[in-house]
């Protein structure tokens, strides 16, 4: 139906009616109840409602997101204090490295010392200087053999000096045998 297929009293009647009509204040809920009731709509659920399988799912991942971050910053950490340990071990060998060779250096400054005093009249001083070197030299050789239990020229030092020492106790023992106790 078209405007010109009025007459001019329907006209006057349509342009009479109201151009908007508001609807009443629950047509929107008897709408959504009625289209509930025919099956069209599904009951809603409040937003702020979660299902209990919801909620542990969403608990189940903030706990593996929180127990992955806490893992991954104990590895990092982790991570971080071998590095530390090892430069510390790499300072503490040069340091030890630095402090063999200074000690070393005294030791031979020492030997010589006692070599220019061997024609000395203080002998017995003499003796006990060169017993003391011994003993140094013998520690240190099996302080190597304990760091490199390969080390060939520790190993025949610790070996000459025991061969050394071996003899030295059959002599005063030869000794003994010749001396007449009253």
Sequence with gaps: MHDEDLTPEERAAFQSLPRERRPGPWLEERTVRALRRLGLLRAARPD??????????????VLAVFAGGFAVGQWLEARQTREVLAAMHEQDAAR?????????????AALSRLADLADSSRARDVQQGREVATNILHAAANQLVRLEPEE???????????RAAQRDTNTVAAADHRLIWF
């Design 48 to 61: 702020h409602f979660l299902s209990p399988a919801w909620a542990t799912a969403i608990a189940a991942v």
């Design 96 to 108: 030890a490295a630095a402090l063999i060779q200074q000690s070393g250096s005294a030791y031979v």
């Design 152 to 162: 060939p020229v520790a190993t025949h030092i610790i070996q000459g000096l025991e």
